[in-house]
């Protein structure tokens, strides 16, 4: 499955990049235009006086953003997986990831943001910088949180899986972030209804951990059936032996099929510790709970950090200097990686990654897809409450799809692996269910 996919490289990659983009503008700008001729439950996009800033103002509104940032969040790290089973190197990806997700936020903001009214909009903020420091500041900070979160998934996807790289990281971000932005929302989320899905995710963090657990014991299973020890075999042995058994012929999650994805991808897991590879996931799951109560703080001035009359960020002005922010950590750490890599992965260079166009086109559609995304989470946070908006952690849902059907994962595997990934699934969609249940309404101001 993993195979048949199609490579974008050369110019088809940057032809590729520009046509979603002229897309995601001209079905923005059908929408609207279709938005205010019918009367479409929570979404408000027009002022007493003229064209307001788009809003989503109802909690249908909210839960509808966050089911479709939900598929967008779900998708991209699955793209991430592939390109780094290909052999492209992780640095080299996540470069081109960050170019388009501030594409994606600049376009949200310029669009959505910029349409006059009676709210203030996103220019207009961004010429008030030296009234609204304090919030930016917020936002900014939940860019580096959210950058360095991303940053170590990069590296986690690889050591212990899509599925339970996202399950671990997605519940520590609920558990963590949830919590804080139930009380910065004034409690606007019904508590009895919250916590018990914040205890489910809980949950769905030792099972995702015994998960990997099982899974990797399978792996040694399986290749303990075959002469030598290829965990710490030399890369001309190995390479011999993929020889016979490429991966495209092999069966997915047999010894053959594993020993031959080692060959080609670009951090190689076979002798890492699996307590590496948890610590990676904790890490970014701790780094990703802080993004969402930090991008409150910048929209909702609970802290009250703003002088008086000063009007509290916009969305959308929130979700560009967090997009930029993020932006620049991840540049400058993905560039120093090239030079100076992690977990053994080669070394490489800049003129390398600018002459290094394979797979670029789903690098690209990773970032764009992220950046919707995350756009859309903050519009829904900001109508029913940031606490309920972390309910697109159920991304781990989609992921787990992608990482069964298209990349193979726990094929093959022991009775007691499957036991173990039903049951963390079936708990992660109890806490997504209650999480969505638990939505307010918030009643919005900006002064």
């Not at 080299?92 to 960050?98: A, E, I, P, V």
């Not at 986690?156 to 899986?161: D, E, H, I, S």
């Not at 558990?175 to 804080?180: A, P, Q, W, Y």
């Not at 800049?350 to 002459?355: I, K, P, R, T, V």
Request: net charge neutral; hydrophobic share 45%; glycine share 10%.
């Amino acid at each position: 499955m993993l195979q048949n996919l199609p490579s974008f490289s050369g110019s088809s990659s940057i032809i590729t990049s520009k046509l979603l983009v002229d897309l995601s503008l001209t079905n923005c700008s059908h929408y609207l235009s279709a938005s205010s001729e019918m009367d479409i439950p929570g979404l408000n996009s027009l002022a007493a006086d003229g064209l307001g800033t788009y809003m989503v103002e109802s909690k249908a509104g909210a839960i509808a953003c966050m089911l479709l940032s939900l598929l967008c969040l779900g998708t991209w790290p699955a793209l991430m997986v592939l390109l780094e089973r290909r052999g492209r190197l992780p640095q080299h990806t996540y470069l081109d990831y960050s170019i388009t997700n501030l594409l994606a936020a600049t376009v949200i903001a310029f669009s959505f943001g910029q349409m006059g009214g009676s709210r203030p909009n996103f220019v207009t903020q961004l010429a008030q910088i030296s009234d609204n420091w304090p919030s930016v500041l917020f936002a900014m900070a939940g860019g580096v949180a959210l950058g360095l979160g991303n940053l170590a998934s990069q590296y986690a996807l690889a050591l212990v899986g899509l599925s339970v790289t996202e399950v671990i990281a997605a519940s520590i971000t609920v558990v963590i972030g949830t919590t804080v932005n139930y009380f910065l929302d004034s409690r606007i989320n019904r508590a009895d209804i919250l916590f018990p899905g914040v205890g489910c995710f809980l949950i769905a963090v030792c099972l995702g951990s015994a998960v990997h657990s099982s899974n990797a014991a399978d792996i040694d299973t399986k290749l303990g059936r075959f002469p030598g020890d290829y965990k710490d075999a030399s890369s001309e042995e190995c390479e011999k032996l993929s020889g016979e058994n490429d991966m495209k012929m092999a069966e997915e999650g047999s010894a053959a099929f594993l020993i031959a994805l080692e060959n080609t991808r670009a951090i190689k897991v076979f002798g890492k510790s699996m307590v590496v590879g948890l610590g990676i996931t904790f890490s970014a799951g701790l780094c990703l709970s802080l993004f969402s109560p930090l991008f409150n703080l910048a929209t909702n001035d609970q802290w009250h950090t703003l002088k008086q009359g000063v009007p509290k960020l916009i969305v959308y002005t929130t979700f560009f200097y967090f997009s930029v922010s993020s932006f620049f950590i991840a540049i400058a750490l993905n560039v120093s990686f090239l030079y100076q890599p992690v977990l053994d992965s080669p070394r490489s260079s800049l003129s390398a990654y600018l002459n290094d166009w394979n797979g670029r086109g789903w690098a690209f559609l990773a970032g764009l897809l992220c950046g919707v995304g995350n756009g859309l989470q903050f519009m829904g946070g900001q109508a029913a409450g940031y606490a309920a908006a972390d309910a697109v952690q159920a991304l781990p849902l989609v992921g787990t799809f992608w990482g069964i059907f298209l990349f193979g994962e726990y094929k093959r595997s022991s009775p007691r692996t499957y036991a173990l990934l039903v049951s963390m699934l079936v708990m992660f969609s109890v806490a997504v269910a209650l999480l969505m249940a638990s939505a307010g309404q918030r009643e919005t101001r900006y002064t």
